[in-house]
């Protein structure tokens, strides 16, 4: 497994967001999608954290207290990771304001704008994810192996489809969990049906899938000598 460049990473992704953030407001007419720089906001959150995660793990000397600051870290991140993915749910706003779009029976222009707006900024929070979700499976990788952090991924992945539902069908925010913990474990029960289980085992395999791409496009096409492991590392 290739070790991530975090700092050249943040810089793209903040080169991204700053075009799709200049791209929104070129085709901005109305005020109603705003909400979708402050998702976009919040996608970034797990990045920052695991990036994080990477460089105190890294800089602190071992023992309790790096342990506990990884770990404090490490739950923060996994409470804020559904963030990213969560903004490919937004998508559903272009079919509640479908009236905006349909002039004489016919689709303006302006619904391919925003579909396309919408669209980028949803893989932008779909790559901040994925990619704190790679910083944090390097980690586990260099100190349990590769099996368990891709059991790690899975879970996370599976974890971040349930954290979606909460997000959008319930309107749940990552920071309940502390401010409301009460309400939020009250939910558990009310939220697990049939098709709120299949809607997150969707939304899991989704990220689990996009995640695997992005792994394949970091470490593919590369031969035997060029390879990571724990005990030596190649940018």
Known sequence: MKKLHSGKFVLSMGLLSLICTALYYAFRNKTYFDFLLWNLFLAWIPLL????????????????VRSAVVIVLGA????????????????????????????????????????LTMLLISWNGFLLGVGSAYLVQYQVMRRFGGAVSWLFVA??????????????????????????????????????NGQ????????????LIVHGTFYVVMNGGWHAEDRDYPSTYRL
């Open 49 to 64: 954290l695991a990036v994080a995660v990477a460089e105190l793990g890294k800089r602190l000397a071992p023992g309790w």
């Open 76 to 115: 923060a991140w996994l409470l804020f990771f559904p963030n990213a993915p969560y903004i490919v749910t937004d998508l559903i706003h272009l079919t509640l304001q479908k009236a905006w779009y349909v002039e004489a029976g016919r689709w303006t222009f302006r619904y391919w704008y925003d579909l």
């Open 155 to 192: 879970a996370v992945s599976m974890l971040g489809g349930y954290g979606i539902l909460l997000g959008r069908e319930y309107r749940l925010n990552s920071w309940d969990a502390l401010t409301d913990a009460k309400a939020l474990l009250s939910l558990i029960g009310e939220s697990l």
């Open 196 to 207: 709120s289980v299949l809607f997150c085992l969707l939304f899991g395999a989704v990220i």
